[in-house]
């Protein structure tokens, strides 16, 4: 926890604080569309309708895994935020920057653990 040295400093944390939410308030919400369209294609993918042309199988079998791993990652950071974790790396626990979070809504990891996480793969 945070030691308040004053109350100035106080109100300086939680002024911070508020305009940290408020960055978060863009990328949550792109967070959730992408949510909602990765469910609708994947159920759109898998449920040809009767008379559709057929896709080249190749096209569901690459895209799909792909879409199902888009939407775990994107499930992955809701489930973060929904116990207010979105924003924070979930390895060292540092505050991403919220650009970086408005590039892509869905990382969980800061740019360092990233490399970590990369170079431990190799
Ligand atoms: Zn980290």
């Known amino acids: ?3 308040m040295k004053s109350p100035r400093m ?7 604080w508020r305009g940290r939410r ?3 308030t863009a990328p ?3 967070l959730e569309r992408e949510h909602v369209a990765l469910l609708l294609a994947i159920c759109e ?3 040809p309708q ?3 042309d057929r896709r080249p199988p190749a096209l569901d079998h690459f895209l799909l895994p792909m879409l199902r791993e888009d939407l775990s990652r994107v499930q992955h950071a809701l489930a973060r935020a929904a116990h207010g ?3 924070s ?4 626990h540092k505050l991403l920057p919220i650009r970086e979070l408005e590039a892509r809504p869905s990382t969980t990891l800061c740019s360092a653990c990233t490399r970590r996480m990369v170079k431990s793969l190799k």
């Open 28 to 30: 949550l919400a792109r």
């Open 10 to 16: 106080g109100a300086l944390v939680r002024h911070k």
């Open 50 to 52: 009767p008379g559709e």
């Open 22 to 24: 408020a960055g978060l």
């Open 45 to 47: 993918l898998e449920s």
């Open 89 to 92: 790396c979930e390895m060292c």
């Open 85 to 87: 974790a979105y924003g």
């Open 1 to 3: 926890m945070l030691e």
